[in-house]
């Protein structure tokens, strides 16, 4: 009897320590980045997969036959689990705000004042997007037009 009260006592005492316990691990930042970085990488890919998909401005959302800007983003997002608002304006008032020069791969980028255009961020100066003739297309952030009417940008993930 005395044997099985103390297996009992240190069975107790283990399962109190993991429960208390637990709550002093802390997920430091590079697992957090790691994780963020992983879905920024889906996030590409699904929306990568609509390349040339034609732009509709007021494209109905969830059709995947053709995209408006913010169409196209709240999809992507929203296929990896990230419900975004329906238009451009309403998502640049979601998440936190990212200065230019620390965009990351993910982000969401907002063009003309008062913002009417919505990009994701793909890194390395590139953005997928939809818009014109071409549809969903990659464009370079860092020139011409889209560098000059660039707004702002917000970090959802």
Do not use: E
């Not at 399962?15 to 994780?35: E, N, R, W, Y």
């Not at 997002?77 to 975004?84: A, C, E, R, T, V």
């Not at 705000?97 to 100066?125: E, T, W």
């Amino acid at each position: 009897m005395k044997h099985t009260s103390k297996k009992l006592w240190m069975g107790i005492c283990f399962t109190m320590t993991l429960a208390f316990g637990a709550g002093s691990f802390v997920v430091g930042p590079d697992t957090t980045h790691a994780a963020s970085v992983d879905t920024a990488d889906q996030i590409i890919s699904t929306g990568s997969q609509f390349m040339g998909v034609p732009y509709q401005f007021g494209a109905q959302a969830g059709d995947t036959s053709s995209f408006d800007c913010s169409s196209f983003t709240q999809y992507v997002f929203g296929q990896n689990g990230i419900k975004l608002p329906r238009s451009s304006r309403q998502q640049s008032t979601v998440g936190t705000f990212v200065p230019r020069s620390q965009l990351q791969k993910g982000d969401l980028v907002f063009f003309y004042s008062p913002i009417h255009h919505v990009a994701i961020y793909m890194g390395d100066g590139k953005i997928l997007h939809t818009f014109g003739k071409g549809g969903v297309t990659i464009t370079n952030l860092n020139s011409g037009w889209w560098s000059s009417h660039y707004t702002t940008a917000r970090r959802v993930l």
